[in-house]
């Protein structure tokens, strides 16, 4: 029985073999090396479950290093051109640089989307102090949802509305809009010959007293549907007319102004698009340009009806990659333009912006017309005419990819704009640029790198076109629009 003992003697044949019996102080030290090694992968295994559940948390939360750096643009050029440093240019992006990386360093006409739409939309309708109740949104369909409803229904209604396409198609919130709209009392002076002319394009003032509504021209007389009118384009007077019996808002008094570049003193003012007018105060931009006709009058028809357009988006990999451009290169006024527009200073004085554009021969870039632009090219670039560029809107809801230059950007006035585009998200809907470094924009458009999120924007824009483009949604607009003016007496106009 010693044999098995640990104390017994080592038999002759183990100690030949210069092994001996393990001692007790061996299996003790062998059994907390095995202890230890657990403990080591039950550490790791923990640590490793630990490093997971933190990443997963970030991740959700958005607190990815990446993103963080990102979703702090570099401050709009026009901006900084606004500050006391005049002479202060930002250098246009080198041209071979792809969207994704001129967006990374905060090229202004170029810009990354932000975050999901969900979290923002949340965000910035709570900042605005904007209601969205989730139960009650709602896209209204028809015209006819507004007859019979009182000024409180249809307010309500349209406010649910474009909640619900503030969610659905990543616009903004057309009340968002008005409270961060720039008051541009500071715009530049006008030379004195073109300031006097413009001043004295006030035609006519509205009186609205919630269920009748009165014209009367300059001079204080009443304008009546067979005498003459003493509107430029009639056709935005007879919209503005029919926008008002329809949605009938709160009363009010307004002037309006129906010249593609009218300027005049006191308000509140109604005009069809951010020209000159616009820097004067509590001026309203209503859908009033006769591109709208169609939504006001046909409604309840389909938008791709209405503006003739595809009813899906399709895109055309083989077309060609360039932004095209077809128009008047004649069209625009360039002693406004080339006052009151910004970033526009490779151009001459006695340039129009489309004639500045043309002349930098730009490929892709041509005036005239031409039939098959919607299908000869994946972009368009929507410039300036006599007033906003009309191609805009044709563009989105042809699912091309819209270049903007000029327009609306971050709450300042680039150049003439239509309604809807302070509604539209730059990088999200279309992307935006300005003739300053127009060429740079075009270069990262057709970088091989940018084709898949030029597509997307694309998509984007044709499918938030669709909706903003019906009936409902250019009149809820307008009614919310409405309600936000100014109820001032006027002081242009004598009472009626």
Same mark, same amino acid.
């Given at each position: 029985?010693?044999?098995?003992?640990?104390?017994?003697?080592?038999p002759?044949?183990?100690r030949?073999?210069?092994?001996?019996?393990?001692?007790?102080?061996?299996?003790i030290?062998?059994?907390?090396?095995?202890?230890?090694?657990v403990l080591?992968?039950?550490?790791g295994?923990?640590?490793?479950f630990?490093?997971?559940c933190?990443?997963?948390?970030?991740?959700?939360?958005?607190?990815?290093p990446?993103?963080?750096?990102?979703?702090?643009?570099?401050?709009?050029?026009?901006?900084?051109q606004?500050?006391?440093?005049?002479g202060?240019?930002?250098?246009?992006?080198?041209?071979?640089?792809?969207i994704?990386?001129?967006?990374?360093?905060?090229?202004s006409?170029?810009?990354?989307?932000?975050p999901?739409?969900?979290?923002?939309?949340?965000?910035? @309708?709570a900042?605005q102090?904007?209601?969205?109740?989730?139960?009650?949104?709602?896209?209204l369909?028809?015209?006819s949802?507004?007859v019979?409803?009182?000024?409180?229904?249809?307010?309500?209604?349209?406010?649910?509305?474009?909640?619900a396409?503030?969610?659905?198609t990543r616009?903004?919130h057309?009340?968002?809009?008005?409270?961060?709209?720039a008051?541009?009392?500071?715009?530049?002076?006008?030379?004195?010959?073109?300031?006097?002319?413009?001043?004295t394009r006030?035609e006519?003032?509205?009186?609205?007293?919630?269920?009748?509504?009165t014209?009367?021209?300059?001079?204080?007389v009443?304008?009546?549907?067979g005498?003459?009118?003493?509107?430029?384009?009639?056709i935005i007077?007879?919209?503005?007319?029919h926008?008002?019996q329809?949605?009938?808002?709160?009363?009010f008094?307004?002037?309006?102004?129906?010249?593609?570049?009218?300027?005049?003193?006191?308000g509140p003012n %109604?005009?069809?698009?951010a020209?000159?007018?616009?820097?004067?105060?509590?001026?309203?931009?209503?859908p009033?340009?006769?591109e709208?006709?169609?939504?006001?009058?046909?409604?309840d028809?389909?938008?791709?009806? %209405?503006?003739?357009?595809?009813?899906?988006f399709?895109?055309d990999?083989?077309?060609?990659?360039?932004?095209g451009?077809?128009?008047?290169?004649?069209?625009?006024?360039?002693?406004?333009?080339?006052?009151?527009?910004?970033?526009?200073?490779v151009?001459?004085i006695?340039e129009?912006?489309?004639?500045?554009?043309?002349?930098m021969?730009?490929p892709?870039?041509?005036g005239g017309?031409?039939?098959?632009?919607?299908?000869?090219s994946k972009?368009?670039m929507?410039?300036?005419?006599?007033?906003?560029?009309?191609?805009?809107?044709?563009?989105?809801?042809?699912?091309?990819l819209?270049?903007?230059?000029?327009?609306?950007?971050?709450g300042?006035?680039?150049s003439?704009y239509?309604?809807?585009e302070?509604?539209?998200?730059?990088?999200?809907?279309? %992307?935006?640029?300005?003739?300053?470094h @127009?060429?740079?924009?075009?270069?990262?458009i057709?970088a091989?790198?940018?084709?898949?999120?030029i597509?997307?924007?694309?998509?984007?824009?044709?499918?938030?076109?669709?909706?903003?483009?019906?009936?409902t949604?250019?009149?809820?607009?307008?009614?919310l629009a %409405?309600?936000?003016i100014p109820?001032?007496?006027?002081?242009v106009?004598?009472?009626?």
């Amino acid at each position: 029985p010693g044999r098995f003992c640990v104390d017994s003697p080592e038999p002759p044949s183990v100690r030949k073999m210069g092994l001996g019996w393990p001692s007790r102080s061996s299996g003790i030290a062998h059994r907390a090396m095995r202890r230890n090694l657990v403990l080591s992968l039950l550490s790791g295994i923990l640590l490793a479950f630990l490093f997971h559940c933190t990443f997963s948390w970030a991740r959700i939360h958005d607190f990815s290093p990446t993103k963080k750096l990102i979703r702090f643009p570099a401050a709009p050029i026009v901006e900084l051109q606004s500050q006391t440093f005049s002479g202060l240019r930002l250098p246009p992006p080198p041209t071979s640089a792809p969207i994704d990386e001129l967006q990374s360093r905060g090229h202004s006409g170029l810009r990354l989307p932000p975050p999901p739409f969900s979290r923002r939309a949340e965000a910035n @309708l709570a900042a605005q102090k904007i209601h969205c109740d989730r139960e009650s949104e709602s896209e209204l369909l028809l015209k006819s949802w507004f007859v019979n409803k009182n000024t409180s229904e249809i307010l309500d209604g349209c406010n649910a509305h474009f909640c619900a396409l503030v969610r659905t198609t990543r616009i903004k919130h057309p009340k968002e809009v008005f409270q961060n709209q720039a008051v541009w009392v500071d715009a530049p002076e006008l030379p004195e010959k073109e300031k006097n002319i413009m001043e004295t394009r006030l035609e006519a003032c509205f009186f609205w007293d919630g269920k009748r509504s009165t014209v009367l021209d300059k001079t204080g007389v009443v304008v009546s549907s067979g005498g003459k009118s003493p509107f430029t384009h009639g056709i935005i007077a007879d919209h503005f007319q029919h926008i008002v019996q329809t949605v009938k808002p709160p009363p009010f008094n307004a002037t309006i102004s129906t010249h593609d570049n009218g300027w005049h003193r006191g308000g509140p003012n %109604m005009v069809h698009s951010a020209n000159p007018q616009c820097f004067a105060e509590h001026t309203t931009i209503l859908p009033l340009a006769k591109e709208n006709r169609p939504s006001l009058f046909k409604p309840d028809e389909g938008v791709h009806k %209405m503006y003739n357009s595809p009813a899906q988006f399709t895109w055309d990999e083989a077309a060609a990659a360039d932004c095209g451009w077809a128009g008047s290169g004649g069209t625009g006024y360039s002693h406004i333009q080339s006052v009151l527009n910004v970033n526009r200073t490779v151009c001459k004085i006695t340039e129009t912006d489309r004639e500045c554009v043309l002349g930098m021969k730009l490929p892709g870039v041509a005036g005239g017309r031409r039939k098959s632009l919607f299908s000869s090219s994946k972009c368009l670039m929507a410039i300036d005419g006599n007033s906003f560029a009309s191609i805009f809107r044709d563009g989105l809801l042809h699912g091309k990819l819209v270049l903007r230059v000029g327009g609306y950007n971050h709450g300042k006035r680039v150049s003439s704009y239509e309604w809807f585009e302070p509604l539209l998200v730059e990088g999200v809907h279309y %992307m935006r640029s300005d003739i300053d470094h @127009l060429r740079g924009s075009l270069s990262s458009i057709r970088a091989p790198e940018s084709h898949r999120r030029i597509r997307e924007i694309a998509e984007t824009g044709f499918n938030a076109a669709r909706k903003l483009f019906s009936g409902t949604s250019v009149l809820c607009y307008s009614a919310l629009a %409405m309600a936000e003016i100014p109820r001032t007496p006027l002081h242009v106009c004598k009472q009626p």
